[in-house]
T-cell receptor, first 115, second 111 residues
């Protein structure tokens, strides 16, 4: 079992609220990722980081922001949640090295519902 | 643009049979291809990685092939069991650090 954690697992919140989804890993991985996935649909990369103080936007545009102040921690923040943000958010990490050949370890996900 | 295609319809097979899932890609040349398993409401779990210079890779009951001419990977589960029921995702990658996943194929193994 991968040592990558996400909290909360489920979150129901009203429109306009600020939320932070937490993601932590204890494997010392340099690379971390956030994906968004709607039920029955494909995973879309929304943010990634190759190390501390490194963050990049992914392939799918997102109104969320991320930070990487510590290697093990990669939180995602929505300043003002909207119903269109309702989705499952998955965090993943992979070790340094091996261009493209490194497996990604996924957390259990956060199911976000914005009313 | 890059495109990854997996069987969109669920694959139903009987226990004990071999399941074969297909992953086709267009408009790029991946150096690696990864396969993941995803159960409902959970994050994907890595299964196998195959490199472009490898034709076939095996791990227990799993076998993956990679045909760079056909731009296709086949994922086989032999002696399938109900516990193998899940969605299987392929992720061809060109060598960078990002992965692009296919939509996945849902496998249902019936008794």
């Amino acid at each position: 079992e991968a040592d990558i954690y996400q909290t909360p697992r489920y979150l129901v919140i009203g429109t306009g609220k600020k939320i932070t989804l937490e993601c932590s890993q204890t494997m010392g991985h340099d690379k971390m990722y956030w994906y968004q996935q709607d039920p029955g649909m494909e995973l879309h990369l929304i943010h990634y980081s190759y190390g501390v103080n490194s963050t990049e936007k992914g392939d799918l545009s997102s109104e969320s922001t991320v930070s990487r102040i510590r290697t093990e921690h990669f939180p995602l923040t929505l300043e003002s949640a909207r119903p269109s943000h309702t989705s499952q958010y998955l965090c993943a990490s992979s070790p340094r090295g091996g261009q493209g050949g490194n497996e990604q370890f996924f957390g259990p996900g956060t199911r976000l519902t914005v009313l | 643009s890059q495109k990854i295609e997996q069987n969109s319809e669920a694959l139903n097979i009987q226990e004990g049979k071999t399941a074969t899932l297909t992953c086709n890609y267009t408009n790029y040349s991946p150096a690696y291809l990864q396969w993941y398993r995803q159960d409902p409401g959970r994050g994907p779990v890595f299964l196998l990685l195959i490199r472009e210079n490898e034709k076939e890779k095996r791990k227990e009951r799993l076998k993956v092939t990679f045909d760079t001419t056909l731009k296709q990977s086949l994922f086989h589960i032999t002696a399938s069991q109900p516990a193998d029921s899940a969605t299987y995702l392929c992720a061809p990658t060109g060598g960078g650090n990002k992965l692009t996943f296919g939509t996945g194929t849902q496998l249902k193994v019936e008794l």
